[in-house]
């Protein structure tokens, strides 16, 4: 894909979501949800108009990148702390339910035991991005329940890493209690530079 091309479909892109985003937002939905939708509609999915490439694959990446970093610097680590009992309790409700469902569930359409433990996995993710700019447009970011719920999808999402690599070190016959020394040295050892 040339440069050229590159920059006119995201110009494309761009448009097309703020003004499903504006659309969204004058019906009282919010905007993040137009914007999923235009991605859909536009991707391999749908219309099949964009299709995966390096470059745009890089471009999104740096805006993933870019709205984690927005959510972080608009938490409120005080008010974190006053409702970590709540988000914890949350969170993990939030990562063992869809885990033992999604397995079960897996499980029980006959897939095998590695497929079934990965599939269930899979639904443990969140999307702290997703919330925030939600939570945002609400206006309920700085609230009690706007940071217990984005406190839980951050727990959510360590907890989500925590079960994946330990069901990647189980299935690839690897001593899962490896995984939790080695996620754990990665956490402690720079802190402690």
């Not at 040339?2 to 499903?20: N, P, Y």
């Not at 959510?156 to 490896?178: E, K, R, Y």
Request: aromatic share 6%; with cysteine; proline share 4%.
């Amino acid at each position: 894909m040339s440069v050229t091309t590159l920059l006119v479909l995201i110009a494309g892109l761009l448009i097309a979501a703020k003004c499903v985003g504006w659309l969204c937002q004058r019906i009282g939905i919010p905007s993040v949800l137009g914007q999923l939708v235009v991605g859909v509609l536009v991707g391999p999915s749908v219309l099949n108009w964009v299709h995966p490439d390096p470059l745009l694959n890089s471009f999104s990446t740096i805006g993933v990148i870019l709205l984690m970093f927005i959510a972080g610097m608009e938490t409120d680590m005080k008010q974190m702390r006053q409702v970590g009992v709540a988000a914890f309790v949350s969170a993990s409700a939030g990562v063992v339910v869809p885990f033992v469902a999604g397995t079960a569930f897996s499980y029980a359409l006959g897939n095998s035991l590695p497929l079934s433990l990965f599939l269930g996995t899979l639904l443990t993710a969140t999307s702290v991005s997703i919330s925030a700019q939600t939570l945002k447009e609400l206006g309920k970011l700085h609230t009690k329940e706007g940071t217990t719920i984005l406190g839980a999808a951050v727990i959510d999402d360590v907890l989500g890493l925590i079960v994946l690599s330990l069901i990647l070190a189980f299935t690839l016959g690897q001593n899962p209690l490896w995984s939790i020394l080695k996620m754990a040295l990665s956490l402690t050892l720079p802190a402690s530079w």
